[in-house]
């Protein structure tokens, strides 16, 4: 299965500010997925990223908050746009694989 | 919508003991079922999966059965460890043309030595 590199591993951030997260693939991909984690919550879709193409987004998540760059099939960034303490969560990155899916290991973000 | 269902945690057990952590599922369409554990600190690692009904998933001892008549996805393991203490989470994904996996809510799993 495909092996995800995915930085930083977590970060303290300043209200206001933003964060860029990477995510590196070992192999080509097709689709990619960003989710949020809220503290003892279970994942939410924030939306898939397709090379060449526009991210789509899922309900309640805008692109001026979380813009998304897919410039090639290994490699994709989200990023989280004037933060605010309601954005402190572990934001993840994942790729479609057959029937499954595989995570990068997480980055957890808090903002104070 | 496609929604799964998880039982409540935490849950707390005596290493050796059975576990079973329960999932149910919405029926629509014909949906790959899963489950992921997350141990501390970590991301999410693919436990076990199945893709069609009466398909069992296993892995590290732990087994989980695709019902298509109950709808249910339930994890279990004979015999847990303290080195299984962790969130699991049952998912789902659609059928053919959908790649978006919805998650339960997660159970937390500690064992006691």
């Known amino acids: 299965s495909a092996v995800i590199s995915q930085k930083p591993s977590r970060d303290i951030c300043q209200r206001g500010t933003s964060l860029t997260i990477q995510c590196q693939v070992d192999s080509q991909v097709t689709m990619m997925f960003w989710y949020r984690q809220q503290p003892g919550q279970s994942l939410t879709l924030i939306a898939t990223?397709?090379?060449?193409?526009?991210?789509?987004?899922e309900s309640g998540f805008v692109i001026d908050k979380f813009p998304i760059s897919r410039p090639n099939l290994t490699f994709s960034t989200l990023t989280v746009s004037n933060m605010s303490p309601e954005d402190s969560s572990i934001y993840l990155c994942s790729v479609a694989e057959g029937y499954g899916y595989t995570f990068g290991s997480g980055t957890r973000l808090t903002v104070v | 919508g496609d929604s799964v269902t998880q039982m409540e945690g935490p849950v707390t057990l005596s290493e050796e003991a059975f576990l079973t952590i329960n999932c149910t599922y919405t029926a629509t369409g014909y949906p790959s079922l899963f489950w992921y554990v997350q141990y501390p600190g970590e991301g999410l690692q693919l436990l076990l999966k199945?893709?069609?009904?009466?398909d069992k998933g296993s892995n590290k001892g732990f087994e989980a059965t695709y019902r298509k008549e109950t709808t249910s996805f339930h994890l279990e393991k004979g015999s847990v460890q303290v080195s299984d203490s962790a969130v699991y989470f049952c998912a789902r994904r659609s059928g053919a043309g959908s790649y978006q996996l919805t998650f339960g809510k997660g159970t937390k799993l500690s064992v006691i030595p």
């Open positions: 199945a893709t069609k009904a009466d």
């Open positions: 990223a397709n090379q060449g193409s526009e991210a789509t987004y």
